[in-house]
T-cell receptor, first 112, second 116 residues
Framework: DADVTQTPRNRITKTGKRIMLECSQTKGHDRMYWYRQDPGLGLRLIYYSFDVKDINKGEISDGYSVSRQAQAKFSLSLESAIPNQTALYFC???????????FGPGTRLTVL | AQSVTQPDIHITVSEGASLELRCNYSYGATPYLFWYVQSPGQGLQLLLKYFSGDTLVQGIKGFEAEFKRSQSSFNLRKPSVHWSDAAEYFCAVGEISNFGNEKLTFGTGTRLTIIP
């Protein structure tokens, strides 16, 4: 079983809809991250969390919110989706004192 | 602020030929540098990382990278590529604290195509 899972893997939604992307991990890591990947722009950090009570904005947090429900779960929400939020979204985890981040398989989101 | 530049958007290499992917970084302190690979339809996998010490770093799948402080570079190399190496490659610099890797800043990626 994968250590970092993301659901759904693909989602098509309409402008103005609320959508939630979920990330779960079995690695026991404290730190979790949400990235967005766009062609030609690489990965950009949306939000990150160092533990359940610690949430931090990344470089492109506008239009997004997150919830850290437990050590193992970190959800990303788009309250009112817009077409330029069409992208590939990745969740990643890391542990305190480690330097490697472990990535999920990604969620491809299309906003029409 | 830290930044990473990958000047080559797309590289095409013949199978069996050597490969070098370029990465330049900007960071005020000693950089923590990473190369990740993204195979089609998959997430990112760490190839190798540099923190300190020997400037030539060995990674998985036969890849290596050399840290050159004077050139602010961390280029990825492989002596002989295989068709399975076709993927997108990302260089990243880590913002490290006493508690570990706080954040990664990624380059824009280099797509590698392998021709027979």
């Amino acid at each position: 079983d994968a250590d970092v899972t993301q659901t759904p893997r693909n989602r098509i939604t309409k402008t103005g809809k609320r959508i939630m992307l979920e990330c779960s991990q079995t690695k026991g890591h404290d730190r979790m991250y949400w990235y967005r990947q766009d062609p030609g722009l690489g990965l950009r950090l949306i939000y990150y969390s160092f533990d359940v009570k610690d949430i931090n904005k990344g470089e492109i947090s506008d239009g997004y919110s997150v919830s850290r429900q437990a050590q193992a779960k970190f959800s990303l929400s788009l309250e009112s989706a817009i077409p330029n939020q069409t992208a590939l979204y990745f969740c990643a985890t890391s542990d305190t004192g480690l330097y490697e981040q472990f990535f999920g398989p990604g969620t491809r989101l299309t906003v029409l | 602020a830290q930044s990473v530049t990958q000047p080559d958007i797309h590289i095409t290499v013949s199978e069996g030929a050597s490969l070098e992917l370029r990465c330049n970084y900007s960071y005020g302190a000693t950089p923590y540098l990473f190369w990740y690979v993204q195979s089609p339809g998959q997430g990112l996998q760490l190839l190798l990382k540099y923190f300190s010490g020997d400037t030539l770093v060995q990674g998985i799948k036969g890849f290596e990278a050399e840290f050159k402080r004077s050139q602010s570079s961390f280029n990825l190399r492989k002596p002989s590529v295989h068709w399975s190496d076709a993927a997108e490659y990302f260089c990243a610099v880590g913002e490290i604290s006493n508690f570990g890797n706080e954040k990664l800043t990624f380059g824009t990626g280099t797509r590698l195509t392998i021709i027979p």
